[in-house]
């Protein structure tokens, strides 16, 4: 495969793993696991998509932040929620998990924050 190729077939495994929000690292792991490419390769194909698309790339950062912070604070509540359940099981009615109609609204609500849109 030409190197013009490579660098084509890399930028569209790229884009592929930031629409399932992937970090770099993630991305770069991905694709030297499972397409056998060379991280120095995936690293400079993103740096040059990252020059060409500064915007593009700061606000896919927020999104990652965003989403970071959503995991860690679902993390918290999930503790919570084992400790509760823990502290109130003698004899106390225990707190129960959110129906799946309000997980799905979480998740609405997620990809929308990460979207950009709003969740109307």
Known sequence: MAS????????????R??????????????????????????EL???QL??????FFKAYDMRLMLKNQIMVFNRLLQDQF??????FSSGIPSMSLPNDSNSN????FLSSLIMGRDCS
Do not use: F
Not at 4 to 15: A, G, M
Not at 17 to 42: F, G
Not at 82 to 87: R, V
């Open 105 to 108: 609204l979480c998740k609405t």
């Open 4 to 15: 013009e190729e490579v660098l084509h077939k890399v930028q569209n495994l790229i884009e």
């Open 17 to 42: 793993c930031l629409q399932m929000y992937m970090n770099k690292k993630e991305v770069v792991d991905a694709l030297s696991h499972h397409s056998r490419i060379e991280p120095c390769i995936t």
């Open 45 to 47: 194909v993103w740096q």
């Open 50 to 55: 990252e020059q060409q698309n500064p915007l």
């Open 82 to 87: 084992e400790i509760m359940n823990k502290e």
